[in-house]
């Protein structure tokens, strides 16, 4: 790679890790298609969830980048992509002020849903920011601990599918809470895919995700079976949308196979980068076909 200037415009955009957008955009276009099959569409409060979301993306990387960088974990080793701090591309200080600043514009730019919906919006708000932090840091990061796939399924699955359509249609249904399990499931496939790969080095860092737990075989199936459940969940669509939401099912699922099938065979190593890259096209090939779906199937 060419080297990166510090601090520069372009080791800004490194750190923020663009390719990981689409796990914040994905929820946000289900819960918009959502609320516009139910009669409920508004195009400003669906943008500024896009928005937010998108940041606080950002600041997550951030977050991660700065406290994995003083905590030690990105080793020279490190198979996933190169991180801003470790590399000295962005100085840890620079970095905090950076995390200040997306933060302090996600939210400022959040309140703007506040014209659309009550008050707990703020409290949903300041979870997104407390927990973007617990991730990483405090004195009991959860993704160090086993958690980050709960909290995958919970901060891109429930709050923002929910969140996008509550601020469209105040209120909730049914339908929004199978689609924000398998918008969960589909965008953990890239977490798991990610501790996958990771988890010899995850363990000589300290770092007990559930793979590291439970060990190579769980993680192997557990990627597995997170897509084959989010495919079986599509299928709860089918009496209102009818063979459009299993054909979807089916599409996600020979997608999802496939990719297990090269993840096993790999089986570990800088390989494995290419599995989150095709991780990532199943999950958005997901969201864009069940939006279409839930929109006007």
Not at 262 to 290: A, C, E, T, W
Request: charged share 15%; aromatic share 14%; hydrophobic share 50%.
């Amino acid at each position: 790679m060419k080297e990166i200037k510090p601090n520069s415009i372009q080791a800004w955009l490194l750190a923020a890790r663009p390719k990981t957008l689409a796990g914040a955009a994905t929820p946000v276009f289900i819960g918009t298609a959502l609320a516009y099959a139910a009669g409920y569409f508004q195009w400003i409060p669906a943008l500024i969830c896009l928005l937010f979301a998108s940041l606080m993306q950002i600041a997550a990387n951030f977050i991660n980048d700065l406290f994995d960088y003083l905590k030690g974990s990105d080793r020279e080793d490190r198979l996933g992509p190169k991180r801003a701090c470790s590399e000295g591309w962005i100085s840890p200080n620079a970095m905090k002020k950076g995390i200040i600043t997306i933060i302090t514009f996600a939210c400022a730019l959040g309140c703007g849903l506040l014209f659309y919906a009550g008050w707990e919006l703020i409290v949903v708000g300041s979870l997104c920011v407390l927990f973007a932090f617990f991730y990483t840091t405090g004195p009991y990061p959860l993704s160090y601990n086993g958690w980050g796939d709960v909290l995958v399924i919970l901060f891109f699955g429930f709050v923002p599918v929910g969140g996008t359509y509550y601020v469209q249609a105040l209120g909730w249904s049914v339908d929004v809470t199978i689609a924000a399990i398998i918008c969960g499931l589909a965008v953990d496939t890239l977490l798991v895919v990610n501790n996958y790969r990771d988890r010899e080095a995850d363990a000589q860092s300290g770092k007990r995700t559930i793979i590291v737990r439970f060990g190579e075989p769980f993680g192997r199936y557990l990627y597995l079976s997170l897509g084959i459940v989010a495919a079986t969940l599509c299928c709860f669509f089918i009496p209102q949308k009818g063979i459009f939401a299993a054909f979807v099912a089916l599409i996600y699922v020979i997608l999802h196979i496939n990719t297990w099938h090269r993840m096993v065979k790999i089986h570990r190593g800088q390989k494995l980068n290419s599995i989150l890259g095709d991780s990532s096209r199943n999950m958005l090939l997901l969201s864009i076909l069940l939006s279409l779906v839930i929109a006007f199937g």
